[in-house]
Nanobody, 126 residues
Framework: QAPLEESGGGSVPAGGSLTLSCAAS????????MAWFRQAPGKEREFVSA???????????DYADSVTGRFTISRDNAKNTLYLQMNDLKLEDTAVYYC????????????????WGQGTQVTVSS
């Protein structure tokens, strides 16, 4: 079983909404961060949002400036699933979205995440 499996991508008109899901397997036990990254054609992979959790530090969520106020990250511990609710989607949100998990609390750098999903395509049309 892959450590992370995304679902929920698709095609929507500008202004529409989508919710991405990321199911995590037991292989990701011990991680302190779960995040969403995206990569558009011809561009580098970029940070979108993350949740950080620790028994000794405050749990919190972080967002890229470009999605703040439009995207919401959440996690269902019972289902071991991470979500990304995306509202008011824009053309520039078109990309392959990847779920990631890592041990670096507070990191927004793709290089510091250890586990990755296969990605799910989000296409926003005018």
């Amino acid at each position: 079983q892959a450590p992370l499996e995304e679902s929920g991508g698709g095609s929507v008109p500008a202004g529409g909404s989508l919710t991405l899901s990321c199911a995590a397997s037991g292989r990701t036990v011990g991680t302190y961060a779960m995040a969403w990254f995206r990569q558009a054609p011809g561009k580098e992979r970029e940070f979108v949002s993350a949740m950080y959790f620790s028994t000794s530090l405050t749990n919190y969520a972080d967002y890229a400036d470009s999605v703040t106020g439009r995207f919401t990250i959440s996690r269902d511990n019972a289902k071991n699933t991470l979500y990304l609710q995306m509202n008011d989607l824009k053309l520039e949100d078109t990309a392959v979205y990847y779920c990631a998990a890592g041990r670096k609390y507070g990191s927004t750098s793709a290089e510091e995440f250890d586990y990755w999903g296969q990605g799910t395509q989000v296409t926003v049309s005018s």
